[in-house]
């Protein structure tokens, strides 16, 4: 299997939405760096709107992921709902 990974500024809009990512994907590694949090992923990483919006108890927008977001790698499948990172077979 090949690791799929998000990269996302280290600050106190994001900490809940790593919580959630972690929620989702138990299998993940997490990496804490002083500006930076990267979560690594073999195979796949889904990122879900509603767990999100549980950690930060109000409505939540996948596209608000790209403000803070700093880099990924894998294949983006993004719904209104999702956001899934894997690389094709």
């Not at 927008?61 to 094709?88: A, K, M, P, R």
Request: no cysteine; charged share 25%.
């Amino acid at each position: 299997m090949s690791t799929v990974f998000i990269a996302l500024q280290t600050n106190e809009d994001t900490r809940p939405i790593i919580d959630a990512i972690m929620i989702d994907n138990p299998h993940a590694k997490v990496n804490r760096d002083p500006a930076m949090v990267k979560i690594n992923a073999e195979g796949r990483l889904d990122i879900h709107r509603t767990t999100i919006e549980e950690q930060l108890g109000r409505d939540f927008d996948l596209q608000e992921l790209q403000v803070n977001l700093i880099t990924l790698s894998g294949h983006v499948d993004e719904t209104e709902d999702t956001f899934s990172l894997f690389w094709n077979a």
